[in-house]
């Protein structure tokens, strides 16, 4: 059976689930392993992401751990492409550059093989999450600080009540799915 666009938006949003107080009180966690274990919706959820990116000019695309490999792979694959992983630091074993930024208490950092972009390379980053933006925001300054040009930032779903777009002001945002919380 074929969808449109609408209908393969809500097969996707049907195969999230929503796990209140997770890891910790107040957190609405998006799980989309049940997504992932469904092949109708995970190669709706690539063939989606594609649409709204091909015609962007992507020359590779890099993406953080560990939930971002899950889409940044298979769409990399998809669009022939190569991909990049963004990792937490001590975990790549050549030269990297690397980024720090801030958690709502504490730090975090972000970390790139120092030679994985080329200057001037166009780079989509994916997620599958927008929330607060922090970690995207580390990984277009990651990107950059290489010498590669941030043309995107894509993800599966993107949650308002957070506004992580503000974060991201240079970059073009992409979200397939849209939640209040
Ligand atoms: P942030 O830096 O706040 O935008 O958080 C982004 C990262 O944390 C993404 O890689 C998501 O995988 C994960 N994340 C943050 N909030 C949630 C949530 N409510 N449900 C699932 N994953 C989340």
Do not use: W
């Not at 560990?66 to 992983?85: E, K, Q």
């Not at 050549?94 to 120092?114: F, I, N, P």
């Not at 989509?124 to 277009?140: I, P």
């Amino acid at each position: 059976m074929n969808h449109n666009s609408d209908e393969r938006i809500d097969i996707l949003r049907e195969r999230i689930a929503t796990v209140p107080d997770f890891p910790e009180p107040g957190i609405q966690f998006k799980d989309i392993t049940t997504l992932l274990a469904c092949p109708s919706a995970f190669f709706s959820s690539i063939d989606l992401l594609e649409e709204r990116v091909s015609d962007l000019g992507a020359e590779i695309i890099a993406a953080p751990e560990s939930r971002g490999f899950l889409f940044g792979v298979p769409l990399a694959m998809r669009m022939g492409i190569g991909f990049v992983p963004i990792r937490k630091p001590g975990k790549l074993p050549r030269k990297t550059c690397s980024v720090k930024y801030s958690l709502e208490y504490g730090t975090d950092e972000v970390e790139m093989h120092a030679d994985a972009i080329q200057p001037g390379q166009k780079v989509l980053l994916v997620d599958d999450v927008l929330a607060s933006g922090g970690t995207m925001a580390a990984c277009c300054e990651l990107v950059e600080k290489s010498g590669g040009v941030v043309i995107c930032c894509a993800f599966l779903m993107e949650l308002l009540s957070l506004d992580g777009r503000k974060k991201l002001p240079d970059a073009r945002v992409i979200s397939l799915l849209e939640e209040a919380d």
